[in-house]
């Protein structure tokens, strides 16, 4: 099952996928995966799930980080405000497990 991140963000991916195009934004670095692991692991308490997700957590920031670049400054409007807004709360999310 999806994580609620993950849910959300195909959603806006969807919903602003011609502004996306027109600007040649592509996301690409299967950042859903990695946020379906975290929600899998959030409530596991053992040592080895905890380094695990740090693991996953790590990698999944430096394409937040990624996909916040792409998209600032360069869609503009709502587009741009709603994807960013996501990407940060993500990014929240992530680093809660660093």
Do not use: C
Request: proline share 4%.
């Amino acid at each position: 099952m999806p994580s609620p991140h993950r849910t959300e963000w195909h959603k806006l991916k969807d919903k602003h996928a011609a502004a996306l195009k027109a600007k040649k934004i592509v996301f690409d670095k299967d950042l859903g995966p990695l946020l379906d692991k975290l929600h899998e692991l959030r409530d596991k308490m053992d040592l080895a799930s905890k380094k695990t997700a740090k693991e996953h957590a790590k990698k999944a920031a430096g394409i937040v980080d990624t996909y916040l670049t792409r998209v600032q400054g360069k869609l503009g409007g709502p587009e741009e405000k709603e994807l960013r807004s996501r990407l940060l709360l993500i990014q929240s999310s992530v680093n809660s497990f660093r």
